[in-house]
């Protein structure tokens, strides 16, 4: 289908939802899937639009998890009308900034002690049977992502026996800790963009991809995010923070010293994930825009390799290949 044609049907949907002739829609936001939202108006009241081309996003997958989270407490945006076939969904409109938007220094505990509250509640709520397991083939394939498309395609870095030993050694490591520890319902993608302020709460966003899985993943997301940094002692201190509320909810959290371990290691998981995804979405998806922020994921696994011996062969692989090969691709 073309654009246009796609642009007719996303209006056709939206007069049909709100029951008027006409209407006009404005690009609200997109993200680095295919899915795209617009924001409708008519005087003081606003919808928002979300188009998910079925032939690239299934709609139904984000609508199962809104239900899934809903009914768990967790506030979720508010289904109005529903072309699944389609893929339009007409949404309440929560806003424009999302908590990355609102957030600074001075506030970021006071909002972080709401999203620790609110990554709680999803947490505690039951996986439902047929929610994807984060099993073992799943994690490969997303450290897969990282050789084939930030080392060989992004850096054009040829790898030799030793690199694949090393690669092969790490992904090893950390596959088995990341199924060695207790699962619960995972967003993937729990941080400040995908979190928005809603009264003195947040709303959480684009959850469509959840799974069974490691209880460290979403906490470590929330705090070592893709598009803001914060000091290493005070992600330090909100992660105990999360670890001591987890606790009390009685989520399955090891002692303040073995969650550190879980979320250096699955951190470690999640850049390199992270970093092949950007590449992906530069080269294949002509959305170049990620990959700057390549560099806060590569100061995040220099920051913590160092602390676990098991995972030496890949700190020696960033030393003698991985970081020459980045300053001959900036100074090309």
């Known amino acids: 289908m073309t654009a246009p044609?796609?642009?007719?049907?996303?209006?056709?949907?939206?007069c049909n939802a709100l029951e008027r002739d006409s209407i006009h829609l404005e690009r609200a936001?997109?993200?680095?899937?295919f899915r795209s939202y617009w924001r409708a108006r008519d005087g003081e009241r606003s919808w928002v639009v979300m188009d998910s081309p079925p032939e690239l996003e299934d709609v139904r997958s984000w609508l199962r998890l809104q239900r899934v989270l809903g009914a768990g407490g967790v506030r979720v945006p508010q289904v109005l009308a529903a072309d699944e076939a389609s893929g339009f969904l007409l949404l309440e409109d929560l806003g424009r900034d999302t908590?990355?938007?609102?957030m600074d220094a001075s506030s970021a505990a006071t909002w972080f002690d709401a999203a620790i509250a609110e990554l709680v509640r999803l947490q505690s709520i039951p996986c439902p049977a047929d929610l994807p397991v984060y099993d073992e083939a799943m994690l490969r394939r997303e450290l897969a992502l990282f050789r084939?498309?930030?080392?060989?395609?992004n850096l054009a870095l040829p790898l030799n026996g030793d690199d694949e030993q090393a690669l092969q050694s790490a992904f090893d490591e950390l596959v088995a800790h990341a199924l060695a520890q207790p699962r619960v319902l995972v967003h993937r993608d729990f941080?400040?963009?995908?979190?928005?302020?809603?009264?003195?709460g947040l709303a959480v966003l684009d959850f469509q991809d959840a799974v069974r899985?490691?209880?460290?993943?979403?906490?470590?997301c929330l705090f070592k995010d893709a598009f803001v940094s914060w000091p290493e002692s005070?992600?330090?201190?909100?992660?105990e923070r999360y670890r001591q509320a987890a606790a009390d909810a009685g989520l399955p959290v090891p002692d303040a010293r073995a969650f550190r371990r879980d979320t250096d290691l699955i951190g470690v998981h999640r850049h390199l994930k992270v970093l092949g995804i950007f590449a992906r979405l530069k080269l294949r998806d002509g959305k170049p825009r990620y990959i700057a922020d390549a560099p806060r994921f590569l100061a995040y696994l220099n920051a913590v390799?160092?602390?676990?011996?098991?995972?030496?062969?890949?700190?020696?692989?960033f030393a003698s290949r991985l970081r020459p090969a980045l300053r001959a691709h900036a100074a090309a």
């Open 5 to 14: 044609e796609r642009d007719t049907q996303r209006l056709a949907f939206a």
């Open 305 to 317: 390799l160092p602390r676990h011996p098991e995972l030496r062969p890949l700190e020696a692989f």
């Open 99 to 102: 908590l990355l938007d609102v």
């Open 148 to 153: 084939d498309w930030y080392l060989l395609r």
């Open 234 to 239: 005070q992600v330090a201190q909100w992660l």
């Open 29 to 33: 936001s997109s993200d680095a899937g």
């Open 191 to 200: 941080m400040p963009r995908n979190l928005m302020p809603n009264g003195a």
């Open 213 to 220: 899985g490691p209880v460290s993943y979403d906490p470590l």
